[in-house]
């Protein structure tokens, strides 16, 4: 009877052995994915914006002694074209070439293709981003980004705070070696300009994807977190995410307290694990 019981005891410590072994680990895929997406799409968007102003000025013959604008990534080919009354700029051109150009440590190829009803910093402006050939730092970037300008407010003629309208249509990033890519579209508003003496964008609304295992989801932010930005940092340094594959519970991910690093936070069925961001 002994024998028997410690041979039942045994089955069961290996059974338990067995299931841990088996036990899966957490899935982070579609934070993944997001995180990558956004920090591609807000890194074109400053690139539209410093490309835009920089049309804009060269146009006005606004340069100073020859010198271009800070912001202005020389090793790019800019081009624009005018409104038929000559009162704006209404296409912008941006050619990084098949060899590729870097920027704010991201290198670049192909084209960006902008294009607006008015000037890019009025109100009221509607501005297509448009992606032809494009990767950055290796992953193919498609997709077109419409952007509103709701409101503008200015100091002595110049923006400092605006508010937009941004929705991405059929949006899509393949990885560098061709085998995985995911999907989405998203629609969110965007608050930027300057604040406690930081260059900030403030990103809150929803997304809904495919993530690179083919698995859908829903994005939402948290409306007293919304996703931060600052001038001079690739990544999101702030804010909370809701996210919800399907079939699967809703995870948060957590970007931190404002500091310009590479981790975040997801949390799933109350357990945190730190991630890497792209």
């Known amino acids: 009877m002994r024998k028997t019981f410690k041979i039942f005891l045994g089955i069961i410590v290996i059974g338990i052995s067995v299931t841990s072994c088996k036990k899966e680990k957490p899935d982070f895929t579609s934070s993944e994915n997001n ?3 956004d920090a591609a799409f807000i890194h074109i968007g400053n690139v539209v914006d410093a490309e835009v102003k920089f049309a804009e000025d060269e146009n006005a013959a606004q340069k100073t002694n020859g010198i271009q604008s800070a912001n202005h990534d020389t090793c790019a ?13 209404d296409s912008v051109t941006i050619d990084y070439g098949e060899g590729g150009c870097t920027w704010q440590g991201r290198t670049k190829t192909g084209k960006i293709l902008v294009t ?4 890019r910093s009025e109100e009221g402006t509607n501005t297509k981003v448009e992606l032809i050939d494009f990767t950055i730092d290796g992953y193919k970037v498609e997709g077109i980004k419409q952007i509103e300008t709701t409101s503008v407010t200015k100091l002595l003629g110049f923006p400092i705070n605006w508010t937009e309208h941004v929705m991405v249509s059929n949006g899509k990033i393949t ?5 995985e890519q995911f999907t989405w579209t998203s629609d969110r508003i965007h608050k930027a300009g300057l604040i406690d003496n930081e260059i900030v964008l403030l990103i809150d609304g929803t997304i809904n994807g495919v ?4 698995e859908s989801f829903t994005i939402t932010t948290d409306s007293n977190n919304p996703i931060k930005f600052v001038w001079g940092c690739p990544r999101v340094v702030s804010g909370i995410l809701n996210i919800t594959p399907a079939g699967k519970s809703t995870r948060t991910i957590d970007y ?3 500091t310009c690093d590479y981790k975040a936070t997801v949390t799933i069925d109350k357990k945190d694990y730190e991630i890497i961001l792209w």
């Open 35 to 37: 995180s990558l997406a």
């Open 77 to 89: 080919s800019v081009t624009w074209s005018l409104s038929n009354d000559l009162s704006y700029i």
């Open 116 to 119: 607006m009803d008015g000037k």
């Open 175 to 179: 990885s560098p070696n061709g085998n």
């Open 211 to 214: 993530n690179t295992k083919g």
């Open 256 to 258: 931190g307290d404002g």
